[in-house]
């Protein structure tokens, strides 16, 4: 099994087929732009001589991924993906940080053109329960304390960020089911679940979720494996077997980690290194 998810993350291995290369789309992460996933860019056209890499940019990039709601950053990603003919018959997707997010809810709601192959490198996939920015200890406390303010419908200009929509509070798990505007969807969390974004994460031929061991921005740094704070011990990490978004497969993840298309790996980065030359031994070569 080891040796299947070494080699199925290794994105060289997955991305070349027969013919051609499949084309790649690469998804920057929060207060970035394209420029920031330049060198990932380099590692693919040296590899796969002729492979189309594609960095989609929300917006005017750093500003626009901080500041706008992750539906709108969504809708934009499409639109970019639609309007680009070399990736009418798919394409690959690499998706960075917030941009694992945001390619992820594109593969839910969109997917066409689809993706094959998914790589979600160090993103929040199960939420975020720490200001991206200022994780550090001495601030846990305000994160509960400022924690209802995110949910705010009508917060104020100041309060609104991206992240919001990916902030989830495992104290108040009710007020998280009701208010998010967007984690709470994509992950089929609600009572009425949405059987085309099942259908869509079933299709993919691999999901690959890469979580860093010294990673101080997601919080808690095992989001990006779909683990979470156990909502009845806030101070325990249950892993995603655990839950029931796995038990009763609300998302697909389960489908597809039984046919072998679901793969964790770990590696040891600062988070933003993980799209550097400092950490390509560990997300991109084998």
């Not at 940080?97 to 709601?109: F, P």
């Not at 994509?186 to 031929?205: A, C, D, G, Q, T």
Request: net charge neutral; with cysteine.
């Amino acid at each position: 099994g080891m040796i299947l998810g070494a080699l199925i993350s290794n994105l060289v291995s997955v991305i070349r087929t027969w013919n051609e290369p499949r084309p790649v789309v690469l998804m920057h992460g929060i207060l970035s732009s394209q420029f920031h996933m330049h060198e990932v860019t380099n590692w693919l056209t040296q590899a796969l001589p002729g492979v189309y890499v594609r960095q989609i940019e929300i917006g005017d990039g750093a500003r626009a991924s901080l500041r706008w709601n992750m539906t709108s950053q969504v809708q934009f990603f499409a639109r970019e993906v639609r309007n680009d003919p070399s990736l009418y018959n798919g394409f690959d997707l690499i998706g960075y940080s917030q941009g694992s997010l945001i390619s992820r809810g594109y593969i839910e709601r969109y997917n066409n053109p689809r993706v094959r192959n998914f790589f979600s490198w160090c993103g929040p996939q199960a939420g975020q329960f720490g200001v991206p920015l200022v994780s550090m200890p001495i601030l846990k406390p305000i994160n509960k304390r400022v924690s209802p303010i995110w949910y705010w419908e009508n917060r104020p200009e100041w309060g609104r960020y991206s992240w919001n929509d990916y902030w989830k509070d495992p104290h108040q798990i009710d007020t998280y089911l009701s208010k998010s505007t967007f984690l709470a969807d994509i992950n089929n969390e609600r009572e009425v679940k949405n059987l085309r974004y099942k259908e869509n994460i079933k299709s993919l031929e691999n999901f690959v979720l890469i979580y860093s061991a010294m990673d101080t921005v997601i919080v808690p740094r095992e989001s990006s494996w779909f683990y979470f704070f156990d909502p009845d011990d806030p101070e325990r990490i249950q892993p995603l077997f655990e839950t029931k978004l796995y038990l009763e497969d609300w998302l697909g993840l389960r489908y597809l980690y039984e046919r072998g298309k679901l793969h964790f790996r770990r590696i040891v980065c600062d988070h933003v290194e993980v799209v550097t030359e400092t950490c390509r031994s560990q997300v991109f070569d084998l």
